[in-house]
């Protein structure tokens, strides 16, 4: 066996940063996500090559403050933690600190930003996680940032890059979660030149739906809203005629964060119960805000995964919103009768045979909490998306942002704030 040996710091950074960007798309997730902790109203995405040659995200967010800029790409840099107490109520998309020191070690980056409150804006460049030293720079309101050449320092992780449509492919639909996790913020995407997703950000959940997954999945949908104890359920499934052969149009958000969820899959599908064809699944776009303490958002690098402290009630929450929306639309074909609440504490064993969550189920000590159910509004008047309350306000009312660069890196693309022209 060769000695052991601590790794030096640079191999280690690298390490760290494969944990965080796989691909194109966790580097847009990324980027996407700090500027909506941002406070932005607006944020382009702009793509390369599938993000291999190019990923600009530009916002209108808050800016950095220059003498900042460097510690931001610094590991476990963050401005949304302080302490340990902190991480039990987190409010944020990011707080982990390790996103732009991950993604400065494997590309070329620059940034440019400006607060609103300076008079002159900072850039900074790095490559392989060296960053230059901060300059002055004229700047609209906002940050952009640009990386380029991803993993040009690191053969090994470039090897795995599928073709740049499927990194496209990739980023595309990264963009149609993010624009739909927030419609209050107004989203482009731009691929290669040309624009594939443009959403208003007016706050409603179905202008987003619209935009980001188009006119005819829009009209399979049935609005659903409910609320149990403190966690309230919103958005829109399929209606049972429309089920669909995969469960990729399911999308579940918790406070804000697009996550995936065997859980909230299966309190989903629970709401339907007899009503779907064997073989079909629904789609839904719905979203579950529950106290910040009451969800670990630690769990996962990439922060794709959450753990609920109470999972019974949440699965019980989204379970009895779905069901009771598709009851109150009359669709069903046989209307099972009410179940016992009893009886939702043991559903459909053979899905959970395969998800983690089965052990909680078959607890089964504990009384389900039924929630009080908010009638759904009639189809034709679909809930009204309100801000969550964990959102960081915007600094200021954006103003339109009139880009005003002229070097080669800089976008083209203008980051106006749709919700006031
Ligand atoms: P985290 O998001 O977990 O705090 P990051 O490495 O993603 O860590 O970012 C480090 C810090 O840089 C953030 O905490 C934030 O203060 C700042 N920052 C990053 N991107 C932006 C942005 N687009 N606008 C304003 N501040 C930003
Ligand atoms: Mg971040």
Request: charged share 20%; net charge neutral.
């Amino acid at each position: 066996m060769p000695h052991i040996q601590q790794l030096s710091s640079h191999v280690a950074d690298l390490i760290a940063a494969g944990e965080v960007v796989e691909r194109p798309a966790s580097v847009v997730k990324e980027l996407v996500e700090n500027a909506i902790d941002a406070g932005a109203s607006a944020i382009v995405v702009e793509i390369q090559r599938g993000g291999m040659g190019l990923i600009r995200v530009t916002d209108n967010g808050c800016g950095i403050a220059p003498e900042e800029l460097p510690t931001a790409f610094l590991r476990h840099a963050t401005s949304k933690l302080r302490t340990a107490e902190d991480l039990a109520k987190i409010g944020t998309l990011g707080f982990r600190g390790e996103a732009l020191a991950a993604i400065s070690a494997v590309s070329r980056v620059d940034v440019l930003t400006r607060r609103p409150e300076d008079a002159v804006g900072a850039a900074i460049h790095g490559e392989g996680g060296h960053m230059e030293p901060v300059r002055e720079e004229g700047a609209p309101e906002g940050t952009t940032i640009r990386v380029s050449d991803l993993f040009y320092n690191t053969p090994a992780r470039l090897k795995f890059m599928k073709k740049d449509s499927a990194e496209t492919a990739a980023v595309a639909g990264l963009m149609q979660h993010l624009a739909l996790s927030h419609p209050d913020v107004s989203f482009k995407f731009i691929k290669d030149g040309q624009e594939s997703l443009h959403t208003p950000g007016d706050g409603k959940l179905e202008s987003a739906v619209y935009a980001a997954l188009g006119r005819e999945f829009a009209k399979t949908l049935v609005p659903v809203q409910g609320r149990g104890g403190d966690i309230e359920v919103r958005g829109f499934v399929t209606a049972p005629v429309n089920g669909r052969g995969s469960r990729s149009m399911q999308v579940f958000f918790v406070n804000g964060r697009f996550i995936k969820s065997q859980l909230l899959t299966a309190a989903l599908e629970e709401g339907y119960r007899n009503q779907l064809l064997k073989g079909r699944f629904p789609g839904c776009v719905l979203e579950v805000l529950l106290p910040v303490t009451a969800v670990d958002v630690n769990v996962h690098p990439a922060k794709t995964q959450v753990k609920f402290a109470k999972e019974h009630d949440v699965f019980d929450a989204v379970f009895h919103t779905v069901m009771d929306a598709l009851d109150a639309r009359g669709g069903a074909v046989t209307k099972p009768a009410p179940p016992p609440v009893r009886e939702t504490q043991n559903p459909r064993q053979d899905f959970f045979q395969s998800m983690n969550a089965k052990a909680y189920r078959e607890q089964g000590t504990k009384p389900a909490v039924a929630p009080t159910i908010v009638k759904s509004p009639a189809p034709a008047q679909p809930p009204k998306a309100a801000q969550p309350a964990f959102r960081p306000q915007p600094v200021s009312p954006a103003a339109p942002v009139k880009p005003s660069w002229n070097t080669e890196w800089r976008s083209t693309a203008k980051v106006t704030d749709s919700v006031q022209p």
